[in-house]
C-alpha cells in the first residue's frame, strides 16, 4: 500500500509564496519520476513540473522561473515552491510518484489527494 499525502496549500495574495510538499509512504522499494499537475475548475489537469530521481526537471512554460520542483530521496518527499503567485494559478494542486514497491515488480503510477491553492487578494 502507498499512500502520498500533499500539505502547505491555501489562500495567499497575488505575488505571494507557498511551498508544497508531499511525502510518499508505505512499502516503496523505489521512486523514479516525481511530479506536480494542478487542475483549475472547469479546465483540465495539466502539468505543473516533473523531477526525476537524478535531478532533472521538466517545468511547464505557465510556471517557469517563478515555480520550482525539488526533492528529498531520502524522505521520499517532493517539493514545489511557488512564488510571484498569480490569480490564474488557482487550482486543486496534485502530486504523483512512480513507484516500484518490490524489486521484481513493475513501476505504478500513484496520485496524492489534492490540495488546494487560491490566489486571491
Known amino acids: 500500500q502507498v499512500q502520498l499525502v500533499e500539505s502547505g496549500g491555501g489562500l495567499v495574495q497575488p505575488g505571494g509564496s507557498l511551498r508544497l510538499s508531499c511525502a510518499a509512504s508505505?512499502?516503496?522499494?523505489?521512486?523514479?519520476?516525481m511530479g506536480w499537475y494542478r487542475q483549475a475548475p472547469g479546465k483540465q489537469r495539466e502539468l505543473v513540473a516533473t523531477?526525476?530521481?537524478?535531478?532533472?526537471?521538466n517545468t511547464a512554460d505557465s510556471v517557469k522561473g517563478r515555480f520550482t520542483i525539488s526533492r528529498d530521496n531520502t524522505k521520499k518527499t517532493v517539493y514545489l515552491q511557488m512564488n510571484s503567485l498569480k490569480p490564474e494559478d488557482t487550482a486543486v494542486y496534485y502530486c504523483?510518484?512512480?513507484?516500484?514497491?518490490?524489486?521484481?515488480?513493475?513501476?505504478?503510477?500513484?496520485w496524492g489527494q489534492g490540495t488546494q491553492v487560491t490566489v486571491s487578494s
Open positions: 523531477i526525476t530521481s537524478g535531478g532533472s526537471t
Open positions: 508505505g512499502s516503496i522499494f523505489s521512486i523514479n519520476i
Open positions: 504523483n510518484a512512480n513507484i516500484k514497491t518490490t524489486v521484481v515488480g513493475g513501476w505504478r503510477l500513484s
